[in-house]
């Protein structure tokens, strides 16, 4: 069975443009969670969903959105770019509304200048 | 969910056994501990999971005090692939939600 898997792996933006990152979970699973991590904060939780519904959210900015299709793939977007928002994104996936073990994917490293 | 301490480093030699602590002195009753380990350049990988009994899968053993306050995550024969940054997470398994809140973690080195 295939892995979460996420697209692009790496990606270079520049400040104020927008982004999409997009995260296809193992086949079966409907819940996904993404997290941001950066050095200074470590791993923290953006938003989680499950079966195209936002369950929970992060303490982060409204430029930072997400959705869920019906297939389950998953997609965030993070609009007007801060330097700040360099981080590499990771995108878990899940079997139900509540686990006990989360499969991570190899995640996205965003980059911006 | 109850916070955690983990100390920020730990080495260990190859083959040897790997004994990670994890103080969580705040934990309700309802709150499992987790393990988490990230190996560098990869998304963290689930390891173990436990209430108040010990547990013991295929990659760890969780050993859990009788309070609940503190545990330690075994790796019995550590190998240079468990070089990792490893997170203990204490989070309620509530109706909705599979978040999961990441402290620091432990380094660990194994070293040959």
Same mark, same amino acid.
């Given at each position: 069975? /295939? ?74 977007? !993070? ?18 509304? !509540? ?12 980059? !911006?200048? | ?11 260990? /030699? ?18 499992? !501990? ?49 070089? /990792? ?28």
């Amino acid at each position: 069975k /295939a892995g979460v898997t996420q697209t692009p792996r790496y990606l270079i933006k520049t400040r104020g443009q927008q982004v999409t990152l997009s995260c296809s979970p193992i086949s079966g699973h409907r819940s996904v969670s993404w997290y941001q991590q950066t050095p200074g904060q470590g791993l923290q939780f953006l938003f989680e969903y499950f079966s195209e519904t936002q369950r929970n959210k992060g303490n982060f900015p409204g430029r930072f959105s997400g959705r869920q299709f019906s297939n389950s793939r998953s997609e965030m977007n !993070v609009s007007t770019l801060e330097l700040g928002d360099s981080a590499l994104y990771l995108c878990a996936s899940s079997l139900w509304e !509540v686990n006990n073990e989360q499969f991570f994917g190899p995640g996205t490293r965003l980059t !911006v200048l | 969910d109850a916070k955690t301490t983990q100390p920020t480093s730990m080495d260990c /030699a190859e083959g040897r056994a790997a004994n990670l602590p994890c103080n969580h002195s705040t934990i309700s009753g309802n709150e499992y !501990v987790y393990w988490y380990r990230q190996i560098h350049s990869q998304g963290p990988q689930y390891i173990i999971h436990g209430l108040k009994n010990n547990e013991t899968n295929e990659m760890a053993s969780l050993i859990i005090t009788e309070d609940r306050k503190s545990s330690t995550l075994i790796l019995p024969h550590a190998t240079l692939r468990d070089t /990792a940054v490893y997170y203990c997470i204490v989070r309620e398994i509530r109706n909705a939600g599979n978040m999961l809140t990441f402290g620091g973690g432990t380094r660990l080195m194994v070293k040959p």
